[in-house]
C-alpha cells in the first residue's frame, strides 16, 4: 500500500464540547498504544517499541499514542537516548503513510511542538472524540478520570500550568534531569502508600464524561488495568477499554478494523527473547 493511498482522508470539526471530532473510514485500521514508559533504563521495552514501529505498525492506518510514552519527557530540546531512536522511528512510520496521533500522559506532558513536527504526529487534547464506523469514541490518558485521587489532581492542575511549564523549560537540562529524578521518586513513594481503588479511575466520572462527550467508547489508559468494561449511560450500554502497560517481555495494542474492536499482544521475536537469556 503506498503511502499516498494509505492516509485516510478525515474531516476534522469541532464538537459540542470543544473537542475535536473526526469521521474515519470503516476500512481503516487503526492502533492504540499508551504507557510504555519509554527511558535509559528500560532497553528491553525500548527495542520492542521500536520492531513494533518497524513492523505491526506499518500495516495499519492510524496510531494513536495515549500518554506516557516516554517514563519522563522534559522537553523537547533532550536528545538523549531513547528519545533519538523513538524520534526517528515515530518519523519512518509516519513518512510511510500512517497517521500518527499523540496525547500526553502524566510522564510525558511536556512533548512539544519540535517534537511534533520532527515525528510527523499530530498532538491530541485529552479529550478528543473520534468516529470509529459511526461510533462515538472518546479518547483520553485517563488520569483526569482518576478524581478519587485529590492530591493527584490538585498537583496536576499545578504543573499544567503553561507558566509553571514556562519556567521548567528555561532550566538547564541538567537541572531539568534533576528534577525529574527527584519527581519520580517521590511519586514512587506516594504511589505507594496509596489504596489501589484511589488509584483506579471513578465510575461516576467515567459515566460523567461519557454522558458529556455523547461516547459509545472510552479508550485511555494510565491505570495499567486492562480490561473491557461494560458500563450503563442513561440505560445505554457503552463500552470503557482501558489498555495495557507495556514490559521487556510484552506489550499489548488495541485494534479497530473493518471487523471490529479487538486486543493483539507484542511480543518479541524468538531469537531476541532467547538472547537475553
Not at 503506498?2 to 473510514?25: D, F, Q, V, Y
Amino acid at each position: 500500500m503506498s503511502s499516498s493511498s494509505k492516509r485516510s482522508s478525515w474531516s476534522s470539526t469541532p464538537s459540542r464540547n470543544g473537542s475535536e471530532s473526526r469521521a474515519l473510514s470503516t476500512a481503516d485500521v487503526s492502533l492504540f498504544v499508551s504507557d510504555l514508559h519509554l527511558s535509559p533504563d528500560r532497553p528491553a521495552t525500548v527495542e520492542l517499541f521500536l520492531d513494533f514501529l518497524a513492523g505491526r505498525a506499518r500495516e495499519a492506518d492510524q496510531l494513536y499514542l495515549l500518554g506516557d510514552i516516554f517514563d519522563a519527557w522534559i522537553g523537547d530540546d533532550d536528545e538523549g537516548t531513547p528519545n533519538t531512536e523513538v524520534k526517528a522511528a515515530l518519523a519512518a512510520v509516519t513518512a510511510s503513510g500512517v497517521g500518527g496521533y499523540l496525547m500526553h500522559g502524566n510522564r510525558d506532558f511536556l512533548i512539544g511542538r519540535t517534537f511534533c513536527r520532527e515525528t510527523g504526529c499530530r498532538l491530541l487534547r485529552d479529550p478528543t472524540l473520534v468516529r470509529f464506523a459511526g461510533e462515538p469514541t472518546l479518547l483520553m490518558h485517563g488520569d483526569l478520570l482518576c478524581t478519587d485521587d485529590v492530591a493527584y489532581q490538585r498537583f496536576r492542575r499545578r504543573i499544567r500550568n503553561p507558566l509553571v511549564q514556562r519556567l521548567f523549560l528555561w532550566r538547564s537540562l541538567a537541572a531539568r534531569r534533576k528534577v525529574a529524578a527527584d519527581y519520580r521518586r517521590k511519586s514512587g513513594a506516594a504511589t505507594a502508600g496509596k489504596t489501589s481503588e484511589i488509584m483506579d479511575v471513578n465510575q461516576e466520572t467515567v459515566a460523567r464524561v461519557m454522558r458529556r462527550y455523547g461516547a459509545a467508547r472510552l479508550i485511555h489508559g494510565h491505570t495499567h488495568r486492562p480490561a473491557d468494561h461494560r458500563v450503563q449511560i442513561d440505560g445505554r450500554e457503552a463500552v470503557r477499554s482501558v489498555l495495557a502497560e507495556w514490559h521487556p517481555d510484552r506489550g499489548e495494542m488495541l485494534i479497530h478494523d473493518p471487523s471490529g474492536w479487538r486486543r493483539e499482544a507484542v511480543q518479541p521475536s524468538v531469537d531476541k527473547l532467547y538472547g537475553r537469556l
